[in-house]
T-cell receptor
Framework: DVKVTQSSRYLVKRTGEKVFLECVQDMDHENMFWYRQDPGLGLRLIYFSYDVKMKEKGDIPEGYSVSREKKERFSLILESASTNQTSMYLC???????????FGDGTRLSIL | GQQLNQSPQSMFIQEGEDVSMNCTSSSIFNTWLWYKQEPGEGPVLLIALYKAGELTSNGRLTAQFGITRKDSFLNISASIPSDVGIYFCAAPLGGGSEKLVFGKGTKLTVNP
């Protein structure tokens, strides 16, 4: 089975802090994704990566950056956290396009 | 842009009842995916459909890929309390894109 592991289930940070969310997958998948999920808005793509050191902006990249130094690890960075970034963050991976994405358990992030 | 219209938004049913939900689009897709998300967890892939007209089962779940390739249906038979959660349809955008488009979800509540 595919395993996508997110480093924290719950995280509380303060406004202005730099926040790192980590995601690791164990299936040698090429593609990795970061989403945020908010009530009424569904899943929205922040960034994705199709190879090591490669990244592309999703639909809502503002206020975020990403890093993919190794194939199995994809990090989401909130450069200066703000309260409107309080959300559920989901990481996903897939072997190639047109294949199902497999999700981690999510990180519920609260910015105070 | 491409959208998936999922209905109903929510369902309240009694244990033992059958459930039907669907996803429609004005665009054609080559793959349809159905996920379930339980409270506080990440989405889990239930069924993947790759061929128009395909009917696939996973236990009490059955999903169909519409003939027009613009819709998909998910049925749950003899519901049980652990079926509660949010069910999402999703489809890869295709054309070499790694992105998925998601429905807004159907929230299922099962009364014992």
């Amino acid at each position: 089975d595919v395993k996508v592991t997110q480093s924290s289930r719950y995280l509380v940070k303060r406004t202005g802090e730099k926040v790192f969310l980590e995601c690791v997958q164990d299936m040698d998948h090429e593609n990795m994704f970061w989403y945020r999920q908010d009530p009424g808005l569904g899943l929205r793509l922040i960034y994705f990566s199709y190879d090591v050191k490669m990244k592309e902006k999703g639909d809502i990249p503002e206020g975020y950056s990403v890093s993919r130094e190794k194939k199995e690890r994809f990090s989401l960075i909130l450069e200066s956290a703000s309260t409107n970034q309080t959300s559920m963050y989901l990481c996903a991976s897939t072997w190639r396009y047109n294949q199902p994405q497999h999700f981690g358990d999510g990180t519920r992030l609260s910015i105070l | 842009g491409q959208q998936l219209n999922q209905s109903p938004q929510s369902m309240f049913i009694q244990e033992g009842e059958d459930v039907s939900m669907n996803c429609t689009s004005s665009s054609i897709f080559n793959t349809w995916l159905w996920y379930k998300q339980e409270p506080g967890e990440g989405p889990v892939l239930l069924i993947a459909l790759y061929k128009a007209g395909e009917l696939t089962s996973n236990g009490r779940l059955t999903a169909q890929f519409g003939i027009t390739r613009k819709d998909s249906f998910l049925n749950i038979s003899a519901s049980i309390p652990s079926d509660v959660g949010i069910y999402f349809c999703a489809a890869p955008l295709g054309g070499g894109s790694e992105k998925l488009v998601f429905g807004k979800g159907t929230k299922l509540t099962v009364n014992p």
